[in-house]
């Protein structure tokens, strides 16, 4: 099969905070193969913004040094790197002065899309934003990209979107989460709206329960101060499973447009019930002898911050009435692997004689390390001997059949970015979807902090806390392995 790039428009792409830890590991590489597949125009450029005093040229030396860190395989065509650091160019600015935004200003082309990544900090929006528009940065059709973080509770969410809302409209604002840029995610919706098998058997006639788990080996890596304010729940839940858990059970949109989409979303979180003190396990991994526990990476021996969570969750609607959503989401464990599995429910009546195995269908869509889409299926054991059946998995992704375009395929930043350009904000959240996602979150965790809930420990590398599994346990049913 051949590639099919279609080039996106021209445009200047300023990234504030462009030094930054993800503008180097993740941004800026991925523009690189962006650019590497032609889809970028050859004029477009990138203007990294950031406070540290340094010129064009040092500018070009880091991110020269960040590709060939973070390119993957494609950092090693040097002239392909050399072309690419051509687009680049850096002015420092600081968000809370008035230094540099005319050197920005002058830099800018009018006439092709101007784009403004925030990769800082959430506390610099509101600077950011105002000397945008007070030095005739970006006008009415100029786009903002923000990063995670979106607030750290419904009220903060709700003041950084006023912020947002004083200098643009909501059209023109891009809040990612990069969990929606994976081709899987995409390929998830293809699925379920493609295709007239599944939709018929998406709901509590067929559905026995949904389970969504992301789970990390890494601990908080440097970052304890930080992860220790936020925790599992606000740091992973409340965006990435939510949204992935809205994909999952949302309604068909009535076509594939950002608006259609977002509002589906929305009335799934709106839908959902408040969890059950009683469903919500909290988890924080403890030491081993060779690796701290999580309180020494938080830097605080009294933290009571979860590294982990598995929860619960219903959905109030007629689709959805009385099946369960299991979520959790931890760091340290087994292994990497983001999935989410439609568990389907048991056949009424097992025709074949002696066949006493449970075979159960199960849609399985992993996000991460690998990413791919399998069905499970029950099928007669191929031979002699008899009807012996067999559950196999039916890879969905076709990995084979579509070949050499998987190789191609951008990654989820890469993607992104690129519909920012292309100005299609059906992957990103919508500011309606990130409150209503906060007001489901806040009095979980308001809960906790009322009853001075202490996270239950768990051994580093195992499946997370002994409660988690008793979770489905006592609902007869069983969290899938975590392996990669
Ligand atoms: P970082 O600390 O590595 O970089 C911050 C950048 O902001 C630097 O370029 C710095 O020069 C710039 N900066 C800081 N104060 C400034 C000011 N007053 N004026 C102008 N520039 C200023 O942070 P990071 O890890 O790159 O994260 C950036 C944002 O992205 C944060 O909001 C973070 O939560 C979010 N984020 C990061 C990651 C990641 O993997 N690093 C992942 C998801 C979200």
Same mark, same amino acid.
């Given at each position: ?90 002015? #420092? !600015?600081?968000?809370? $002065?008035? @230094? ?8 800018? %082309?009018?006439? /092709?899309? =101007? ?101 990390? #080996? !890494?601990?908080?890596? $440097?970052? @304890? ?8 729940? %606000?740091?992973? /839940?409340? =965006? ?102 439609? !568990? ?141």
């Amino acid at each position: 099969m051949v590639s099919r790039v279609i080039p996106v428009d021209d445009f200047d792409l300023v990234i504030f905070g462009g030094t930054g830890d993800l503008a180097r590991r993740k941004i800026l590489p991925g523009l690189y193969r962006r650019c590497l597949s032609g889809q970028v125009p050859d004029d477009a450029r990138i203007i990294g913004a950031a406070r540290s005093d340094m010129d064009t040229e040092g500018y070009r030396q880091m991110i020269r040094e960040a590709i060939a860190e973070f390119g993957g395989p494609e950092a090693a065509d040097g002239k392909a790197i050399d072309r690419f650091l051509t687009r680049l160019h850096y002015v #420092t !600015v600081d968000a809370r $002065g008035d @230094g540099g935004w005319k050197e920005l200003h002058d830099l800018l %082309r009018k006439d /092709v899309i =101007n784009a403004f990544y925030f990769s800082v900090g959430p506390g610099l929006f509101g600077d950011l934003a105002e000397r945008l528009l007070r030095f005739e940065i970006a006008d009415t059709n100029a786009r903002i990209v923000v990063e995670k973080p979106f607030g750290r509770d419904l009220e903060s969410a709700r003041a950084l979107n006023a912020t947002l809302a004083q200098h643009f409209n909501e059209d023109q604002i891009y809040r990612i989460d990069h969990y929606l840029g994976k081709e899987t995610v995409q390929n998830l919706m293809a699925v379920r709206f493609g295709n007239v098998l599944f939709e018929p058997l998406w709901n509590n006639h067929y559905v026995d329960h949904i389970q969504i788990t992301v789970a990390e #080996t !890494v601990g908080v890596e $440097g970052r @304890g101060a930080y992860y220790d304010k936020s925790g599992a729940m %606000r740091d992973m /839940v409340q =965006n990435h499973l939510m949204q992935l858990l809205c994909l999952i059970a949302m309604e068909p949109p009535s076509m594939f447009d950002a608006d259609a989409v977002r509002d589906e979303k929305l009335k799934v979180i709106r839908a959902l019930q408040p969890v059950d003190y009683h469903h919500i396990v909290r988890g924080q991994y403890d030491k081993t002898r060779t690796s701290a526990d999580y309180r020494t990476d938080a830097e605080d021996p009294r933290s009571h911050t979860e590294s982990f969570v598995a929860l619960k969750a219903h959905i109030n609607n007629w689709r959805w009435a009385g099946v369960p959503f299991y979520m959790r989401t931890g760091k340290k464990l087994k292994a990497r692997s983001s999935e989410i599995a439609v !568990v389907f429910k048991d056949l009424g009546h097992s025709i074949f004689p002696g066949d006493e195995a449970r075979h159960r269908n199960i849609l399985s869509i992993q996000l991460q390390p690998n990413e791919g889409i399998k069905l499970q299926v029950t099928i007669k054991e191929p031979g002699p001997g008899g009807m012996r059946l067999v559950d196999v998995p039916l890879d969905m992704t076709f990995a084979e059949a579509l070949g050499p375009d998987a190789e191609g395929v951008p990654d989820a930043y890469e993607r992104l970015i690129m519909d920012v350009i292309r100005g299609n904000q059906t992957l990103f959240m919508r500011g309606d979807e990130v409150e209503a996602a906060w007001a489901w979150t806040d009095p979980i965790i308001e809960g906790w902090k009322a009853r001075n809930d202490v996270p239950k420990l768990y051994d580093q590398g195992s499946s997370g806390p002994e409660d988690a599994l008793m979770l489905l346990h006592r609902d007869g049913r069983k969290w899938r392995e975590i392996k990669e």
